[in-house]
């Protein structure tokens, strides 16, 4: 059985920082790219940090110099660490696995970020 489990959301106040942990079971974590979305009520769910098996990055533009994205393949978390947060960052955060060959996805349940003061 698969299962990612997203952590650590909640509520911060602006300028604040977070730290999200995405722990996976049932797959060869480190076999996988592990990226983190975001989605608010009514718009599309949106990328915002991926992380290849061999530990490179990227970050959509609004949330680069701000969030960093790691793993651990040791402990099959991958995390988001997210800093000088803003309101426009609220949003539910999931985690996502992808494997590309033979092609593979799964995903977390959502963890809620709410950025308000």
């Known amino acids: 059985q698969v299962q990612l489990v997203e952590s650590g959301g909640g509520l911060v106040q602006p300028g604040g920082s977070l730290r999200l942990s995405c722990a996976a079971s049932?797959?060869?974590?480190?076999?996988?790219?592990m990226n983190w979305y975001r989605q608010t009520p009514g718009k599309q769910r949106e990328l915002v940090a991926s992380i290849t098996s061999g530990g490179s990055t990227s970050y959509t533009d609004s949330v680069k110099g701000r969030f960093t994205i790691s793993r651990d393949n040791t402990k099959n978390t991958v995390y988001l660490q997210m800093s000088s947060l803003k309101p426009e960052d609220t949003a539910v955060y999931y985690c996502?696995?992808?494997?590309?060959?033979?092609?593979?996805?799964?995903w977390g349940q959502g963890t809620q970020v709410t950025v308000s003061s």
């Open positions: 049932g797959i060869s974590f480190s076999a996988y790219a």
């Open positions: 996502n696995a992808v494997r590309p060959l033979p092609f593979r996805t799964y």
